[in-house]
């Protein structure tokens, strides 16, 4: 299958900080996902983006498929934003999501 | 509108028992995946049911099963557990099946299961 490999794999930030997670595929994937998942476990849907750029308030994203790679911008960094980011993908013929290794963001007061 | 629902959110088994966990998708939705995610990982693909049939499996023993039913809820059901199923279990919902054009997911809060 494809291989899905986030970096980093540990993020620790000051409050009001910027960062910028990576998920790399090692082929072209369809219906790319970003989520959030908070302390409690919910999976909270980011971006739903297989190519492009969207924005939502102080986070955006951007997906090049033919470079093989999705990448995750947080500015002005919230305490609220800790947990782990996970990118995950589906395939035409494969149904179901592929996560990848997760980015665990901590935001310090 | 409600999102994904599922039930209970919190249950606690003894070994080789039997546990149900329930998901009702978003209203017009009409596929429901199923997913396990053990402690310091990510979800791990169970099943997925789209109208009623099921349209993937992931490599889970025949003691995880599931259904679909007329109102595309669905059922999750693992028979003989382990100490290993305890895990996180989410149920996401969608329009069709993933993997298809244009197909986001969006889960559910979870079930914790706990097996003593």
């Known amino acids: 299958g494809i291989q899905v490999e986030q970096s980093p794999p540990d993020l620790i930030l000051q409050e009001g900080a910027n960062s910028t997670l990576r998920c790399n595929f090692s082929d072209s994937v369809n219906n790319l996902q970003w989520f959030h998942q908070n302390p409690w476990g919910q999976l909270i849907n980011l971006f739903y983006i297989p190519s492009g750029t969207k924005q939502n308030g102080r986070l955006s994203a951007t997906t090049v498929a033919t470079e093989r790679y999705s990448l995750l911008y947080i500015s002005s960094s919230q305490t609220t934003d800790s947990g782990v980011y996970f990118c995950a993908y589906s395939l035409f013929g494969n149904e179901k999501l592929t996560f990848g290794t997760g980015t665990r963001l901590t935001i310090i007061p | 509108d409600a999102g994904v629902t599922q039930s209970p959110t919190h249950l606690i088994k003894t070994r080789g028992q039997h546990v149900t966990l329930r998901c009702s998708p978003i209203?017009?939705?009409?596929?429901v995946s199923w997913y396990q995610q053990v402690l310091g990982q990510g979800p791990q693909f169970i099943f997925q049911y789209y109208e009623k049939e099921e349209r993937g499996r992931g490599n889970f023993p025949d003691r995880f099963s599931a259904r679909q039913f007329p109102n595309y809820s669905s059922e999750l059901n693992v028979n003989a557990l382990l100490l290993g199923d305890s895990a996180l279990y989410l149920c996401?919902?969608?329009?069709?099946?993933?993997?298809?054009?244009?197909?986001?997911?969006?889960f559910g809060q979870g079930t914790r299961l706990t097996v003593v």
């Open positions: 996401a919902s969608s329009l069709g099946p993933l993997g298809g054009m244009n197909t986001e997911a969006f």
């Open positions: 209203s017009g939705h009409k596929s």
